[in-house]
């Protein structure tokens, strides 16, 4: 936390001396029911630990798979959802993030009364799930979101002037012929014009929508937008009308940006900064240039490998192998290690590694009957016979499995058909600043 | 087939599949929409062609016009051919089949068989009440069985298990298969299915077959289904494989791996490949000849070396300037403005000359044809038609 922290406050050295949105250690929990009483038996951690700060006028690009967390998160931000652990500040001045910082530091159970109540004070005036009335009403206007797919983020039964006009009148700004005024003043702000006022969404192109979704966000003028793949559903040539667009709407409102795509040439073009997210956490974060030119994690070096570049005649794409692990029990360590091409014996090996590696072997996962489980290191695994467990034991200890799990096995002992194997501890991993307002969780940069 | 194929130059290669003049419409309220409006190319043996468009232009209609997938009606095949060679009968010498004209029955043992295709979602082109297994061998069924019965049972099989080799059993007979003395014989059978289904996946490297066999798509992640469909495709080694944007439902990542399958696969079975894509960079990677598909029509042809290197229609030099790279500055993206035209019952004209910016009067009122540039290149637009109007603006003058 404490690395994660001064992380938060190190970003705010630039122009303004508050940021729009700063987040600490921001976590989205989504319970997993089961069984005819619908009991939680597990929680899908969608969004894990998430701490970064959005500076007035810039744009911060949020990258990285399907299923990692990074539209939950935006959804966090606008308010849409509500986390389930952490603190989502809006307008944090940098004196309070400082302040939270120092206190924060202290350990919970040390804090004084006085700083108990600063904290409380700083919650009650900027954390969004805290705000009274009029600050909530302050930062849902300042705060406002452009969705993906604009097919069902544009009520097909409503009139364009109804869309683009509902906020104006949901916060009494305008009224009849003020309001339609309004309405096409931001219709043309957007490119398009009075006569597509009275149409409904279904008579627009895919482009022509997300400029109406785009004017609905405008119409209260907000200092702050999430774009959540605004981009993604539309065809390269109308892509690059939108991108051009938002840029120029940026430039001449000062517009502040949460731009997530999975798009890495979209999000290279559009970003000044650039988090990175794998599993509900953010494993490196920097700015655009840093993060494209000397990335340092290596899902962030899998990603722009297996990107193709229209620029450059003889790349060659490289994908990861496997798939994204459950975000319901996440990997110990590294959260990447399973799919990590350059992954070292202390970036968290544990038992569910050594049985997804039995996954690939037909013969002998036919044979495992039981794994007893003592900590995620430590287990023993029950085989069906003798000769799969002396089998399984042999081909570990052979260096079957991968050189970097070989590497972290601290003990592996047969007794029967029954296996123990046990693997070095190690603790969760964290962002740790590597210079130059770049952070990165992988243990091969920071050196933890 | 490798001795003759290996070594020629790609423009000398024997012809897969030849589309000439492809037109197919839809009928809708509004008038007649001419979805595919006289396309016409060529596949080579080995190669592997890109149809490369945005969202609208044709490019799924075409391809799936070559196993006859459009509904009809609305689908109407309205002229056009195209001529496919198998590699049965390029062996014996023979001439081209059309397969817009061939009986639905001749069809029936082509789609799947010697023209196989991947689709874009493979979360919807697997059927989700089947496990994985089960129906992969359909495939085999439908187009092996005779093998299958050589393989597994004795020379001349009664009428019963024939049928049931060709999934064609009625209730009453299925009943009876489960008894002897029908039952080893199916199962011999069955195992037989299993081998081969087994095989076609571990082709497409997936780890554990037989347990993916058991499981149901919707255990498997996306990488994993495309594979399956992959290996589907693949079972029965088809002449060519037509690959409709079988990457875009899925993370970089991932398709980086599956582009590398394919491209391994091509390789190994000499398969041609028909790959559809919006994405140009994509097609750059993995193409040997690119067409350019716009509004129904082609407007560029070449090899992908010339077509990225040397584009030529006004369409194409945009298309690749509105791609966000590394030389862009934000907000100075060469978006192409407008949008793409309706296609109900358009007039005699280019395309593209609402959104080209050096269209003149002739691009409104009449059809473009493709005019060769050197071998391996053509492009329609009036443009290179005379030498008055050949000096169009650069790549870099349009950005």
Known sequence: MTVVSSAASHLSETVAERAVISLRGVEKHFPIKDGALQRVVGQVRAVDGVSFAIRPGETVGLVGESGCGKTTLGRCISGLAPTTGGKIYFRLGDDAAARLDEIEAIPEAERSQDQLAEIERIDAGHRIDQLSGPAWKTYRRNCQMVFQDSFSSLNPRQLVKDIVGRPLRVYKEASGSELTERVVSLLESVGLGRQHLYRYPHQFSGGQRQRISIARALALDPEFIVLDEPTSALDVS????????????????????????????????????????????????????????????????????ANPDISSETTEMKGLSGTVPDPANPPEGCRFHTRCPVATPACGWEVDDAVDWLQTKETLLGALIDVERRTNFDATLVFHDVDSA????????EGDIPAAMKGALANLARDGTKVRISLTPVEPVRLADVGGQHLTSCILHTGL | MTSTVDGLPPASRPLVAEVKDLRVHFQAKAGLVHAVDGVSFEIRDGETLGLVGETGCGKSVTARSFIRLIPSPPGVYAGGEIDFWSSAARRKGEGPIDLLQIPQKEMLEIRGDRIAMIFQDPGKAL??????????????????????????????????????????????????????????????????????????????????????????????????????????????????????????????????????????????????????SHDLSLVREICDRVAVMYAGRIVETGTTKEIFSNP?????????????????????????????????????????NSRCPFAVEICRTTDPRAIPIGDEHSVACFAYESGDRTELPTLEQWV
């Not at chain 1, 940026?250 to 517009?255: A, I």
């Not at chain 1, 002396?390 to 200890?397: E, F, G, I, S």
């Not at chain 2, 011999?188 to 347990?211: F, G, H």
């Not at chain 2, 194409?316 to 309706?342: D, F, Q, Y």
Request: glycine share 4%; hydrophobic share 45%.
């Open chain 1, 238 to 305: 109308v892509q690059a009308q939108i991108l051009n667009l938002l840029h120029e709407l940026q430039q001449e409102r000062g517009l502040t940006y949460l731009f997530i795509s999975h798009d890495l040439g979209v999000v290279r073009l559009m970003s000044d900064r650039i988090a990175v997210m794998y599993l509900g956490e953010v494993v490196e974060q920097g700015t655009a240039l840093e993060l494209f030119e000397s990335s340092r994690h290596p899902y962030t070096d899998a990603l722009l490998a």
């Open chain 1, 390 to 397: 002396a089998a399984v034991t042999t081909a570990m200890a």
């Open chain 2, 127 to 276: 059927n989700p009440a089947l496990t994985i297994g089960s129906q992969m061998s359909e495939v085999l069924f439908q187009h092996r069985s005779q093998e299958l019965m050589e393989a597994a049972l004795e020379e001349d099989p009664p009428a019963i298990l024939r049928r049931a080799a060709r999934q064609q059993s009625s209730a009453l007979e299925r009943l009876l298969l489960k008894l002897p003395p029908w039952r080893g014989r199916m199962r011999r059978l069955s195992r037989r299915v299993d081998e081969l289904v087994a095989r076609a996946l571990t082709e497409t490297q997936i780890s554990n077959p037989r347990k993916i066999m058991d499981s149901y798509p919707h255990e498997l992640s996306g990488g994993m289904k495309q594979r399956v469909l992959i290996a589907q495709a693949l079972a029965c080694n088809p002449d060519l494989l037509i690959a409709d944007e079988p990457t875009t439902a899925l993370d970089v990542t991932i398709q980086a791996r599956i582009l590398e399958l394919i491209a391994e696969l091509q390789q190994r079975l000499e398969t041609s490949v028909l790959y559809i």
């Open chain 2, 312 to 352: 030529l229609h006004p369409y194409t030099r945009g298309l690749m300037a509105a791609v966000p790279s590394a030389a862009h500055k934000r907000g100075e993206l060469a978006a192409i403005e407008g949008n793409v035209p309706e296609l109900v019952d358009p007039p005699p004209a280019c395309r593209f």
